[in-house]
């Protein structure tokens, strides 16, 4: 009965810490805005984001005012509804490319780091082979082949960015290797899933973790790139990278088309990267502030 | 040592065979045939055709991949489709301003964003982190065009420092370089803050301070190596993005360098050039992440190669 | 130590504000004639090959290379290199006589044996199967024939009606290029009659141009060098432009005018270019292959409300395809209004299955072609067609126009010829675009029409010809013809742009701002 109390009260204090930290606090709260902000898109605008209404582009916002929160594109499209419906594909975009990207490259960054030899070579070179081949060639010359669509741009991307992770991983296990913590643990006969999962992955998750907020907002913005190249996401579809690519041209004369998808982007970037460093500094073992 | 360097460069040989093979049959298949998009649209299909067997494309594909791999064992890189001069001359047009270019920005972000990150970590939790923090968020949360623009709008059409585009002088090398080492700058910062955190809590340093050195040198010597590892893989991995050419900075800075470069070249399908440039890329790539695997070894002794 | 940082600190203070004076400082500058003028432009220039080159390269290059003729902005052809000519009763022989005195930049003489090489070589190109450009615009060539120092003839097999059009576009080059070249491509700067000299050219960067103290015509050109910028942002144009790092700039989008217009030291300026927007149509496929399905398409665009939003109303909605200032310009042909009813219905009638239809749009660098394919887009689907856009990227978009992959295609024409015989014969008769059209009286009367030399009756059959594919809608809907503009700072006088997007610059003038 004593252990269950115990167990309780460490839940509680881990909680009591989390919710301590500002960062968790306030970028998980921006978070949950856009998340809601994208599920229930349809209930909080009732315009439609692909309406053009030629008559009324390029409106300044109206705020409560007028029937445009935020204004309209060069189309008449409601700036404030696209926002919304666009939240929904990038922040998929961004999470599912990733995860993608990351399990790929921290899997074989461990792989190479662990084992070394052989494999780390063949490994290695992939990673460079990958590296050289420039990101817009390939994309281009995969999009070409597969036609433009929210998934192929996902995957083109992934393939594209998992070296990143691959290689900090990679050299981060060397140093740990060689460190006499996990010379104790091999010795006393931990099983290697142990030792990937306990003493590797536990200690790599702070880097991971830094760098995966900051690919969030790179991966939206090279998706933006992609279709101001003209290989990106299909105009049927509202996403925040192609509406800033779409308002380059305006920033001067109709500053809210770029601005207020750009802010968006700024926002989830940055909530990503304050809870990407709140869950840092709660994960770390040796840190008690 | 000597024996791991001759084993990486053998390894270097067939990851860049890997890398030419790759990328030849990758513009092959997208749609879009070199010939007919060099000949004017009124060309007949013979026309296309005769033009097809001028450049070899009629042959079968392990003959044209034959004949580039002996063109290249005797340093010919082939002649652009596009351009009809030799590939060659046409990187070596481009490759100095994109290197300039990256070169200075990648300098840029160390020299701003090592320093950024220490000061960040040592003053953890007060005003100066913040303030740098935030720099760093915002370097890394903009468009790149976004951001070229809008210094341009600042710095060269409000305040005359700066031209608004081209190449020449130093000064129109300034906006661009800060707007491609902006995210890069913001990365290195971060983890270095990150890094030096984890090490200024270390058990060593304590020691270290317990034994009376001046908190600058125990910083410096001890914790810097080790935070240098991940700096010097984010390091290695701009050179190559760089390397390619940023396209949206050269685009909007009117910067005539390969991203541009090879932008028309897959374009227009100019197989020759858009394989030749990538086996380059290929090589420095691989040269500099040999280079970062020997500075892990001297950065942190305990690794064992 | 701190004395140390106090030093570095004025230092680095001295060396800040001495780069904060060196703008001020630069842009100092007394009145006078300036002797650059530096042109920017978002059109690559990808060759030093004067037969191989698109329209606009052609714009800057005529000022090195000259034609034998040239077209004025009203649409008559004026003499240059030819002084003048005739024509044959049966008008299978033309006779040009040249200007006398005419040298190239290096010295030697340009006769008739050279503008004769220049044409022989375009015929010359297609026999030996590598063909030019505007090889096609000399199938009909029989033979070129020197008659002295300062005239040759151009014997054809059949009446070719546009040639002196065609020759307008063709830049002389001295006959030992063309005998060392051939039909290959050249990739050497060549001398040109011209009023400058081709000191450079840099992919991706542009061209430096010095004047040609040779040039037949006194005291041109004005401004003694000529520099070619290349953009590929328009917003990097326009702010170099306002910076004055650029003098002229052309073409600018109407996104960018509010701002040029609104800067004191910079003029814009417009003209109607000869170039029509469409959108393509795949005939020989369902649903267009039913006239009433492509009739319910032109009912459902909004040709109005596009010219008058997205254009700002600098543009005029069209019905037929020859432009205002073009011989055979059929205004009696009224551009289509939007009922969308008549096009439900239609659309109706035509039997149209709800197929999923291709529609492809160029690649996106600029947006006034991207709204407009968005905006069609949308007005089709109002219409109950079940459309489905997708922008291609460059080499993908001309492959799939080229093999008929697609169902509808938007693109835009430019007449550098300044008539449209080139376009019939190209986008309809030989049906380049794989449009599947077939309509026998529609093209024996466009092959006539290329055999016709006396304008009057060309413009009667250019007429006929339009009616029909008005009425057949086929194998392009035409759209609009938009207003061309550019912008050039104060200080610059005499610079005009030419309907069919060429410039002319030798006359410039440029004071120091």
């Given at each position: 009965?004593?252990?269950?109390?115990?167990?309780?009260?460490?839940?509680?204090?881990?909680?009591?810490?989390?919710?301590?930290?500002?960062?968790?606090?306030?970028?998980?709260?921006?978070?949950?805005?856009?998340?809601?902000?994208?599920?229930?898109?349809?209930?909080?605008?009732?315009?439609?984001?692909?309406?053009?209404?030629?008559?009324?582009?390029?409106?300044?916002?109206?705020?409560?005012?007028?029937?445009?929160?935020?204004?309209?594109?060069?189309?008449?499209?409601?700036?404030?509804?696209?926002?919304?419906?666009?939240?929904?594909?990038?922040?998929?975009?961004?999470?599912?490319?990733?995860?993608?990207?990351?399990?790929?490259?921290?899997?074989?960054?461990?792989?190479?780091?662990?084992?070394?030899?052989?494999?780390?070579?063949?490994?290695?070179?992939?990673?460079?082979?990958?590296?050289?081949?420039?990101?817009?060639?390939?994309?281009?010359?995969?999009?070409?082949?597969?036609?433009?669509?929210?998934?192929?741009?996902?995957?083109?991307?992934?393939?594209?960015?998992?070296?990143?992770?691959?290689?900090?991983?990679?050299?981060?296990?060397?140093s740990?290797?060689a460190s006499p913590m996990?010379?104790?643990?091999?010795?006393?006969?931990?099983?290697?899933?142990?030792?990937?999962?306990?003493?590797?992955?536990?200690?790599?998750?702070?880097?991971?973790?830094?760098?995966?907020?900051?690919?969030?907002?790179?991966?939206?913005?090279?998706?933006?790139?992609?279709?101001?190249?003209?290989?990106?996401?299909?105009?049927?579809?509202?996403?925040?990278?192609?509406?800033?690519?779409?308002?380059?041209?305006?920033?001067?004369?109709?500053?809210?088309?770029?601005?207020?998808?750009?802010?968006?982007?700024?926002?989830?970037?940055?909530?990503?990267?304050?809870?990407?460093?709140?869950?840092?500094?709660?994960?770390d073992?040796r840190r008690r502030? | 040592?000597?024996?791991?360097?001759?084993?990486?460069?053998?390894?270097?040989?067939?990851?860049?065979?890997?890398?030419?093979?790759?990328?030849?049959?990758?513009?092959?298949?997208?749609?879009?045939?070199?010939?007919?998009?060099?000949?004017?649209?009124?060309?007949?299909?013979?026309?296309?055709?005769?033009?097809?067997?001028?450049?070899?494309?009629?042959?079968?594909?392990?003959?044209?991949?034959?004949?580039?791999?002996?063109?290249?064992?005797?340093?010919?890189?082939?002649?652009?489709?596009?351009?009809?001069?030799?590939?060659?001359?046409?990187?070596?047009?481009?490759?100095?301003?994109?290197?300039?270019?990256?070169?200075?920005?990648?300098?840029?972000?160390?020299?701003?964003?090592i320093?950024?990150g220490i000061i960040a970590a040592v003053k953890e939790?007060?005003?100066?982190?913040?303030?740098?923090?935030?720099?760093?968020?915002?370097?890394?949360?903009?468009?790149?065009?976004?951001?070229?623009?809008?210094?341009?709008?600042?710095?060269?059409?409000?305040?005359?420092?700066?031209?608004?585009?081209?190449?020449?002088?130093?000064?129109?090398?300034?906006?661009?370089?800060?707007?491609?080492?902006?995210?890069?700058?913001?990365?290195?910062?971060?983890?270095v803050r990150s890094g030096m955190l984890d090490i200024l809590g270390e058990d060593y340093i304590r020691t270290a301070r317990a034994k009376g050195l001046s908190e600058a040198l125990v910083i410096l010597r001890h914790g810097f190596r080790n935070l240098m590892i991940?700096?010097?893989?984010?390091?290695?991995?701009?050179?190559?993005?760089?390397?390619?050419?940023?396209?949206?900075?050269?685009?909007?800075?009117?910067?005539?360098?390969?991203?541009?470069?090879?932008?028309?070249?897959?374009?227009?399908?100019?197989?020759?050039?858009?394989?030749?440039?990538?086996?380059?890329?290929?090589?420095?790539?691989?040269?500099?992440?040999?280079?970062?695997?020997?500075?892990?070894?001297y950065l942190d002794p305990r690794?064992?190669? | 130590?701190?004395?140390?940082?106090?030093?570095?600190?004025?230092?680095?203070?001295?060396?800040?504000?001495?780069?904060?004076?060196?703008?001020?400082?630069?842009?100092?500058?007394?009145?006078?004639?300036?002797?650059?003028?530096?042109?920017?432009?978002?059109?690559?220039?990808?060759?030093?090959?004067?037969?191989?080159?698109?329209?606009?390269?052609?714009?800057?290059?005529?000022?090195?290379?000259?034609?034998?003729?040239?077209?004025?902005?009203?649409?008559?052809?004026?003499?240059?290199?030819?002084?003048?000519?005739?024509?044959?009763?049966?008008?299978?022989?033309?006779?040009?006589?040249?200007?006398?005195?005419?040298?190239?930049?290096?010295?030697?003489?340009?006769?008739?044996?050279?503008?004769?090489?220049?044409?022989?070589?375009?015929?010359?190109?297609?026999?030996?199967?590598?063909?030019?450009?505007?090889?096609?615009?000399?199938?009909?060539?029989?033979?070129?024939?020197?008659?002295?120092?300062?005239?040759?003839?151009?014997?054809?097999?059949?009446?070719?009606?546009?040639?002196?059009?065609?020759?307008?576009?063709?830049?002389?080059?001295?006959?030992?290029?063309?005998?060392?070249?051939?039909?290959?491509?050249?990739?050497?700067?060549?001398?040109?009659?011209?009023?400058?000299?081709?000191?450079?050219?840099?992919?991706?960067?542009?061209?430096?141009?010095?004047?040609?103290?040779?040039?037949?015509?006194?005291?041109?050109?004005?401004?003694?060098?000529?520099?070619?910028?290349?953009?590929?942002?328009?917003?990097?144009?326009?702010?170099?432009?306002?910076?004055?790092?650029?003098?002229?700039?052309?073409?600018?989008?109407?996104?960018?005018?509010?701002?040029?217009?609104?800067?004191?030291?910079?003029?814009?300026?417009?003209?109607?270019?000869?170039?029509?927007?469409?959108?393509?149509?795949?005939?020989?496929?369902?649903?267009?292959?039913?006239?009433?399905?492509?009739?319910?398409?032109?009912?459902?665009?909004?040709?109005?409300?596009?010219?008058?939003?997205?254009?700002?109303?600098?543009?005029?909605?069209?019905?037929?395809?020859?432009?205002?200032?073009?011989?055979?310009?059929?205004?009696?042909?009224?551009?289509?209004?939007?009922?969308?009813?008549?096009?439900?219905?239609?659309?109706?009638?035509?039997?149209?299955?709800?197929?999923?239809?291709?529609?492809?749009?160029?690649?996106?660098?600029?947006?006034?072609?991207?709204?407009?394919?968005?905006?069609?887009?949308?007005?089709?689907?109002?219409?109950?067609?079940?459309?489905?856009?997708?922008?291609?990227?460059?080499?993908?978009?001309?492959?799939?126009?080229?093999?008929?992959?697609?169902?509808?295609?938007?693109?835009?024409?430019?007449?550098?010829?300044?008539?449209?015989?080139?376009?019939?014969?190209?986008?309809?008769?030989?049906?380049?675009?794989?449009?599947?059209?077939?309509?026998?009286?529609?093209?024996?009367?466009?092959?006539?029409?290329?055999?016709?030399?006396?304008?009057?009756?060309?413009?009667?059959?250019?007429?006929?010809?339009?009616?029909?594919?008005?009425?057949?809608?086929?194998?392009?809907?035409?759209?609009?013809?938009?207003?061309?503009?550019?912008?050039?700072?104060?200080?610059?006088?005499?610079?005009?742009?030419?309907?069919?997007?060429?410039?002319?610059?030798?006359?410039?003038?440029?004071?120091?701002?």
């Amino acid at each position: 009965m004593l252990d269950n109390r115990k167990v309780i009260s460490e839940r509680k204090k881990k909680i009591q810490r989390i919710l301590r930290n500002p960062r968790i606090v306030w970028g998980g709260l921006v978070i949950v805005v856009l998340l809601f902000g994208a599920v229930f898109a349809p209930y909080l605008s009732s315009k439609d984001p692909l309406k053009q209404n030629l008559l009324s582009r390029l409106m300044a916002p109206q705020g409560f005012s007028g029937p445009h929160l935020l204004g309209t594109d060069s189309l008449g499209r409601d700036i404030f509804s696209r926002i919304l419906y666009g939240a929904r594909i990038s922040l998929t975009v961004g999470f599912l490319t990733v995860i993608i990207s990351g399990v790929i490259g921290v899997m074989l960054g461990l792989f190479a780091g662990y084992y070394k030899g052989k494999t780390d070579s063949i490994l290695s070179r992939a990673a460079d082979i990958q590296l050289s081949i420039p990101v817009i060639i390939m994309a281009i010359v995969l999009l070409a082949m597969v036609g433009p669509s929210v998934f192929n741009i996902i995957m083109v991307m992934a393939i594209s960015r998992w070296m990143l992770y691959f290689r900090l991983v990679r050299s981060l296990v060397f140093s740990l290797m060689a460190s006499p913590m996990i010379d104790a643990a091999r010795v006393i006969g931990v099983s290697r899933r142990r030792l990937f999962v306990k003493h590797l992955l536990a200690n790599l998750w702070t880097p991971i973790i830094v760098v995966t907020t900051q690919q969030m907002a790179q991966i939206i913005l090279l998706e933006a790139t992609l279709s101001f190249l003209g290989v990106g996401i299909p105009p049927s579809v509202p996403s925040w990278g192609m509406m800033v690519s779409q308002g380059r041209n305006y920033i001067e004369t109709a500053w809210w088309v770029i601005t207020f998808p750009g802010l968006a982007i700024f926002v989830a970037t940055l909530a990503i990267n304050f809870v990407g460093d709140g869950l840092r500094d709660f994960l770390d073992p040796r840190r008690r502030f | 040592m000597t024996l791991y360097i001759l084993k990486r460069l053998g390894q270097a040989l067939v990851a860049m065979f890997v890398v030419a093979l790759a990328v030849f049959l990758l513009i092959r298949w997208a749609p879009g045939d070199p010939a007919r998009l060099m000949l004017p649209e009124t060309a007949s299909k013979e026309e296309v055709e005769a033009l097809r067997v001028r450049l070899g494309l009629d042959r079968p594909l392990p003959v044209q991949f034959g004949w580039f791999l002996k063109d290249l064992v005797n340093l010919d890189l082939g002649t652009s489709f596009f351009y009809n001069r030799p590939v060659a001359e046409i990187i070596g047009l481009h490759f100095p301003r994109t290197a300039l270019l990256g070169g200075v920005s990648l300098v840029l972000s160390l020299v701003i964003g090592i320093p950024l990150g220490i000061i960040a970590a040592v003053k953890e939790g007060r005003l100066a982190d913040f303030v740098a923090m935030g720099f760093a968020v915002i370097g890394q949360s903009v468009p790149i065009f976004w951001l070229g623009f809008m210094l341009v709008l600042v710095f060269s059409i409000k305040f005359h420092w700066f031209p608004t585009s081209g190449t020449g002088t130093w000064q129109h090398l300034v906006l661009p370089a800060t707007t491609l080492s902006a995210f890069t700058m913001a990365l290195i910062s971060r983890l270095v803050r990150s890094g030096m955190l984890d090490i200024l809590g270390e058990d060593y340093i304590r020691t270290a301070r317990a034994k009376g050195l001046s908190e600058a040198l125990v910083i410096l010597r001890h914790g810097f190596r080790n935070l240098m590892i991940p700096v010097v893989t984010v390091v290695g991995m701009s050179v190559g993005v760089l390397l390619a050419g940023s396209v949206v900075t050269e685009a909007v800075f009117a910067w005539p360098g390969v991203g541009l470069m090879i932008m028309t070249a897959v374009s227009a399908r100019d197989y020759p050039l858009i394989q030749a440039f990538t086996l380059f890329v290929a090589f420095v790539v691989i040269c500099v992440n040999l280079i970062v695997d020997l500075l892990y070894v001297y950065l942190d002794p305990r690794i064992r190669l | 130590m701190r004395q140390m940082f106090k030093l570095h600190g004025v230092f680095f203070l001295l060396v800040l504000i001495g780069c904060l004076l060196y703008g001020p400082v630069t842009r100092a500058a007394e009145k006078g004639m300036a002797d650059e003028l530096i042109i920017g432009a978002t059109t690559g220039l990808r060759t030093l090959e004067v037969h191989w080159m698109g329209a606009q390269e052609i714009a800057l290059n005529w000022h090195v290379y000259e034609p034998l003729v040239w077209l004025d902005s009203d649409g008559s052809i004026k003499p240059l290199l030819a002084e003048s000519w005739t024509v044959s009763n049966d008008g299978l022989e033309w006779l040009f006589k040249l200007r006398p005195g005419v040298k190239f930049s290096d010295g030697t003489d340009f006769d008739a044996e050279d503008a004769a090489a220049n044409i022989q070589r375009q015929v010359d190109s297609i026999v030996k199967k590598e063909p030019t450009s505007f090889a096609f615009m000399y199938a009909d060539v029989a033979k070129v024939e020197v008659v002295n120092k300062l005239t040759f003839k151009v014997v054809c097999k059949e009446r070719i009606g546009p040639l002196l059009n065609y020759l307008s576009i063709l830049l002389m080059i001295p006959k030992e290029a063309v005998e060392k070249w051939g039909p290959k491509r050249i990739t050497e700067i060549l001398p040109g009659t011209g009023p400058y000299i081709k000191k450079s050219q840099v992919p991706n960067m542009g061209a430096e141009l010095v004047a040609n103290p040779k040039y037949w015509q006194k005291g041109l050109p004005a401004v003694s060098r000529l520099t070619y910028r290349e953009f590929v942002e328009e917003a990097t144009m326009v702010n170099a432009l306002r910076r004055g790092e650029v003098d002229v700039i052309q073409p600018v989008n109407h996104e960018f005018h509010p701002l040029l217009k609104a800067d004191k030291n910079i003029t814009v300026e417009s003209f109607l270019p000869y170039e029509m927007i469409f959108v393509a149509l795949k005939c020989d496929k369902a649903p267009f292959n039913n006239l009433k399905a492509r009739q319910a398409f032109n009912y459902a665009v909004d040709r109005k409300l596009i010219v008058d939003t997205l254009l700002k109303g600098q543009g005029r909605p069209v019905g037929a395809f020859i432009q205002e200032g073009m011989p055979g310009y059929a205004p009696q042909l009224k551009a289509p209004a939007r009922d969308l009813a008549k096009a439900r219905q239609l659309l109706k009638e035509s039997g149209y299955d709800g197929r999923k239809l291709k529609f492809i749009g160029p690649p996106g660098w600029y947006t006034a072609t991207r709204e407009s394919c968005e905006a069609i887009t949308a007005m089709m689907q109002e219409a109950g067609f079940n459309v489905e856009l997708t922008f291609l990227e460059g080499g993908a978009f001309t492959n799939a126009r080229l093999t008929g992959a697609f169902d509808l295609h938007f693109l835009g024409s430019r007449a550098i010829t300044g008539e449209p015989q080139r376009y019939l014969d190209e986008r309809v008769v030989t049906d380049l675009y794989k449009s599947g059209w077939v309509h026998k009286e529609c093209f024996d009367l466009i092959k006539e029409a290329g055999r016709t030399i006396d304008p009057k009756a060309k413009e009667k059959l250019y007429f006929r010809i339009q009616e029909i594919m008005y009425n057949e809608v086929a194998p392009q809907a035409f759209l609009h013809q938009a207003n061309g503009f550019y912008a050039y700072r104060n200080n610059v006088k005499n610079f005009k742009m030419l309907p069919t997007f060429t410039f002319y610059a030798p006359g410039v003038v440029k004071y120091k701002e």
